[in-house]
């Protein structure tokens, strides 16, 4: 059977990793809509941090792109308090359920690195849009876009190279 989102499965696993034993989706999707049937809590907010040997910010046919190069093939989600749950999902699901998961209620990122060659630390915060994963390279790509607020802490860079990079989403 597979999950409609990304969301879904994220929920399910959060909600397994809570309770104590080997459950299976079935069961996990089961006591996720006991929970939503019995008013109890509001779901997590899911946060994530992804890791890559570096990234790029480049400019294409659409705006700007920032390429994570070397990512892991786990992206670490973990839930606001006070739930407090942690557990990994694999980097590929970003792949193509983008705009499944959000809409046009794209997640900020904060993306932090060390300038290549200068070990320098940089740091920006950006709306993350359509990411695209490509196995074959193991690079992950988002559009990006900055906030008139955004921009004015930390602008983003073209061209600026980083090793040692990490998204965290919000």
Same mark, same amino acid.
């Given at each position: !059977?597979?999950?409609?989102? %990304?969301? +879904?499965?994220?929920?399910?696993?959060l909600? *397994?990793?809570?309770?104590?034993?080997?459950?299976?989706?079935?069961?996990?999707?089961k @006591?996720? &809509?006991? !929970?939503?049937?019995?008013?109890?809590?509001?779901?997590? /907010?899911l946060?994530? =941090?992804? =890791? @890559?040997?570096?990234?790029?910010?480049?400019?294409?046919?659409?705006?700007?792109?920032?390429?994570?190069?070397?990512?892991?093939? +786990?992206?670490?989600?973990?839930?606001?308090?006070?739930y407090? &749950?942690?557990?990994?999902?694999?980097?590929?699901?970003?792949? #193509?359920?983008? /705009?499944?998961e $959000?809409?046009?209620? &794209?997640? &900020?990122?904060?993306?932090t690195? %060390?300038?290549? #060659?200068?070990? +320098?630390?940089?740091?920006?915060v950006?709306?993350l849009?359509?990411?695209?994963?490509?196995? *074959?390279?193991g690079?992950? *790509?988002?559009? =990006?876009q900055?906030?008139a /607020?955004?921009q004015?802490?930390?602008? %983003?860079? %073209?061209?600026v190279?980083?090793? /040692?990079?990490?998204? $965290?989403?919000?």
């Amino acid at each position: !059977m597979q999950l409609r989102t %990304l969301t +879904t499965l994220l929920k399910l696993a959060l909600i *397994a990793g809570a309770m104590a034993g080997d459950w299976s989706q079935p069961q996990c999707r089961k @006591a996720a &809509n006991k !929970m939503d049937r019995k008013g109890c809590a509001a779901p997590p /907010s899911l946060l994530g =941090v992804q =890791v @890559a040997a570096s990234c790029t910010l480049q400019k294409d046919d659409s705006g700007t792109l920032l390429v994570l190069t070397g990512v892991a093939d +786990t992206t670490t989600i973990f839930t606001d308090r006070p739930y407090r &749950n942690a557990t990994t999902a694999p980097t590929t699901a970003f792949d #193509g359920a983008w /705009s499944q998961e $959000f809409g046009a209620d &794209n997640p &900020n990122g904060v993306v932090t690195g %060390l300038v290549a #060659g200068q070990d +320098t630390p940089a740091r920006f915060v950006v709306q993350l849009r359509a990411a695209t994963y490509d196995a *074959a390279t193991g690079a992950l *790509a988002y559009h =990006v876009q900055q906030s008139a /607020s955004q921009q004015a802490v930390a602008p %983003l860079q %073209l061209g600026v190279s980083m090793a /040692s990079c990490s998204v $965290f989403i919000e």
